[in-house]
C-alpha cells in the first residue's frame, strides 16, 4: 500500500541532547538495567552513533535488557520504555513535563517563558481550533492542489518512473503554505525558498547539535543562521499582513509513499468509489473513509513514523519495581513499542484491519497518533493525506518501480535514504 511520512515535530538526539543540558544531571540509575557509560564524558553516545541512530540503539537495547532500560548521554541519566504496558504505568501517575517545547526554542534562540499546565491546555485548544478552522476554510484549495498533482500524473505516460518522495515533498510544502499562511506561497518560487531554508534549519538540528559539528564549520552555521534569519523575516512579514489574527504554523511533510500491497489499494479504491461515486470529495463525505484512515494508522505504525518521544520527570517515579529519579528525561521508545509482537500481533505485516478492532485503536490513541491524545498537527495531516488519497487512488493505479531497496534512516521522523519509484496508470 502506500507508505509515506508525515512531518510531525518530535525527538532525536540532539533534541535529547538539549534537554539534558538544560536540565540537571541524575547520577544515580537506581537499578534500572541497561549499560554503563561507554566514556565518562560521552556516556554511550559512541554506542549510539555506532548503531546508526537513537531507535537502532534503543531497539538492540531493548532487546537484550527488557522494557524498562537505562543509558547515559554524557554524564546523565536516561531511561528508555519499550512496552506498552510500561507506558501506560508511566503516562498517568508519574508528574512529567513535556521539554519540547523548552529544547526546541532553546535551539532556535527562542525562550520557553516556563508555561504552566493552563497555560499549555489553552495553547493545545488554540492548536486544535485552528486546524478545525484551516481545513473547513480551505478545503477547497487541497482539493484543487490534489487535482493538479492528478493531472501531472495523468499526463505521464505509463512507463515513466515518478519519484515519489520528491512529488510529495513539494505537495506537502505547497499545500501546508498556503493553507497555513496564504496567497504569500502561491508563487512556487517563495514555496521553493521557503522550503530550502526550513529544510537547512531542521537539518541541522537532526545532527549539527547532536554531534557539536555545526559549531566546528562556520559555513555551516552561517548557512544555518541566514536560514533561520530568511524563515522568521518570512513568518514575521506573514504575520504583520494578518494585522493579529491567530497565526499557527503546522509544516507537514509527506516524505516516503511506495506501494506494497495490491489487495489494500484495491480495497481502498472501492471505499472511495463506494462513499463517492462520481460525486465531488467534500469534508462530510472524508469523514466515512474508514479504511483509508486505518491504512493511515497502519503506515504511521510500521514505518515507525515517530521513533522517539520523551517526559521530563519532574519529581521521583516508579515503573515497576524501578525508581526513576527526578529529573530523569524519560523517553518513550515508540519504534519499539509500535513493533513489539505482544502488542502488534506479525508486526512486521502491513494489515490495515489490525485498527478495525477498537482495543487496538484504544493503543493507538494512547501513543499520541490518534484520539484524545492525537496532536492537532497529526489530525491535520491526516486530512490532508485522506484527500490527496481520494483524488489520486479515484483516478490512479499506483505501483512500485519493482527491484527497489529501500533502506530507512531515522532523524527527526522516519524517512527512506534515497528516492522512492512509482509507476502510474489511469483507472479510466
Known amino acids: 500500500m502506500l507508505d509515506f511520512a508525515i512531518f510531525a515535530v518530535t525527538f532525536l538526539l540532539a533534541l535529547v541532547a538539549a534537554v539534558l543540558y538544560l536540565y540537571p544531571a541524575s547520577r544515580q540509575a537506581a537499578g534500572i538495567p541497561g549499560v554503563t557509560p561507554t566514556e565518562e564524558k560521552d556516556g554511550n553516545l559512541p554506542d549510539i552513533v555506532n548503531s546508526g541512530s537513537l531507535h537502532e540503539f534503543l531497539v538492540n537495547l531493548h532487546e537484550r535488557y527488557g522494557p524498562v532500560v537505562s543509558f547515559w ?31 526546541l526554542k ?35 484549495l487541497l482539493l484543487k492542489l490534489s487535482e493538479e498533482l492528478l493531472d501531472k500524473w495523468l499526463s505521464y505516460p505509463e512507463s515513466q518512473h515518478v519519484p515519489l518522495c520528491q512529488h510529495m ?61 530568511q524563515l522568521e523575516s518570512i513568518l514575521k512579514k506573514i504575520i504583520k499582513e494578518r494585522k493579529g489574527g491567530n497565526f499557527l504554523c503546522f509544516v507537514f511533510t509527506l516524505i516516503q509513499m511506495h506501494s ?37 494508522c497502519e503506515t504511521v505504525r ?46 512486521h505485516k502491513f494489515d490495515p484491519d489490525r485498527f478495525d478492532d477498537e482495543l487496538t485503536m484504544k493503543t493507538f490513541s494512547l501513543l499520541g497518533f490518534s484520539g ?14 485522506t484527500v490527496l488519497l481520494s483524488v489520486l487512488v479515484r ?9 527497489q531497496l529501500i533502506e530507512t534512516k531515522y532523524e527527526l521522523v522516519t524517512s527512506s535514504k534515497e528516492e522512492a519509484w512509482i509507476t502510474v496508470s489511469k483507472r479510466y
Request: aromatic share 8%.
Open 169 to 229: 515533498l513539494g505537495f506537502a510544502m505547497k499545500s501546508v503554505t498556503q493553507m497555513v499562511m496564504g496567497s504569500t506561497f502561491e508563487d512556487d518560487q517563495e514555496v521553493i525558498h521557503f522550503q530550502k531554508n526550513h529544510g537547512t534549519v531542521w537539518s541541522e538540528i537532526g545532527k549539527g547539535f547532536l554531534d557539536g559539528s555545526l559549531d566546528k564549520s562556520t559555513t555551516r552555521k552561517k548557512q544555518y543562521e541566514d536560514a533561520l534569519m
Open 395 to 403: 483516478r490512479l493505479h499506483l505501483l512500485s518501480v519493482e527491484g
Open 106 to 140: 532553546s535551539l532556535l534562540r527562542y525562550q520557553s517563558g516556563g508555561a504552566n499546565v493552563n497555560e499549555n491546555h489553552t495553547r493545545k485548544k488554540l492548536y486544535e481550533n485552528g486546524v478545525t478552522d484551516s481545513l473547513q476554510s480551505n478545503f477547497a
Open 73 to 103: 548521554f554524557g554524564r546523565r541519566l536516561v531511561v528508555s520504555l519499550g512496552t506498552v504496558d510500561v507506558l501506560k504505568q508511566h503516562i498517568n501517575p508519574n508528574k512529567t513535563s513535556d521539554p519540547f517545547e523548552t529544547m
Open 260 to 296: 506494497q500491497n495490491s489487495m489494500v489499494q484495491k480495497k481502498l479504491y472501492e471505499e472511495i468509489d463506494q462513499v463517492f461515486g462520481k460525486d465531488p470529495i467534500t469534508p462530510e463525505k472524508i469523514e466515512q473513509l474508514r479504511y483509508c484512515r486505518q491504512v493511515l
Open 302 to 347: 510500521t514505518a515507525k513514523l515517530t521513533p522517539v518521544s520523551a517526559r521530563l520527570q519532574d519529581i521521583e517515579g516508579k515503573i515497576d519495581k524501578f525508581i526513576i529519579p527526578r529529573e530523569t528525561l524519560v523517553l518513550y521508545a515508540l519504534g519499539v513499542v509500535l513493533q513489539d509482537p505482544n502488542t502488534w500481533p506479525s508486526p
Open 372 to 385: 484524545t491524545q492525537e496532536c492537532p498537527e497529526l489530525r491535520f495531516a491526516y486530512m490532508v493525506t
